[in-house]
């Protein structure tokens, strides 16, 4: 499928101004700015398989597509919420545990990049990947 393959992590817009937003504290901020993030997509169907390595954690996770799951950012917010495919993007939407607030998510893939952008409380950032 479209989003299967390794990723590895190439640049960042307005990351550190999300993070802000999310109420992650400038050390955090910093140290995630280069968390060298490489993550692994393999897509059966309406299941995904995802596997997250970076300097702070290694993360397996499994989701079906409209199925709520939780999940923990790599700074301990926990998140409730789930994925759905759009065409050719998939679009999760995601409940902060400790305050109720949306977190918006996208992934999709351009070119030889896969784009996901983030939307919370009208801040947008973007993790810009590169296969390798």
Not at 8 to 20: A, V
Not at 29 to 47: F, I, P, S
Not at 54 to 62: G, K, M, P, T
Request: net charge neutral; charged share 30%.
């Amino acid at each position: 499928m479209t989003f299967n393959g390794n990723w590895k992590i190439d640049r960042n817009e307005d990351y550190e101004k999300f993070m802000e937003k999310m109420g992650i504290n400038m050390v955090k901020r910093k140290l995630a700015a280069h968390d060298n993030l490489k993550v692994t997509l393999e897509q059966t169907g309406d299941k995904f398989h995802v596997k997250e390595t970076s300097a702070f954690r290694n993360l397996e996770i499994d989701f079906t597509l409209g199925v709520t799951f939780e999940y923990s950012l790599a700074d301990g917010t926990e998140l409730s919420g789930s994925w759905t495919m759009e065409g050719d993007m998939l679009k999760g939407a995601f409940n902060r545990k400790d305050n109720g607030k949306l977190l918006t998510t996208t992934r999709i893939v351009q070119g030889d990049e896969l784009i996901q952008s983030y939307n919370y409380e009208g801040v947008d950032a973007k993790r810009i990947f590169k296969k390798y």
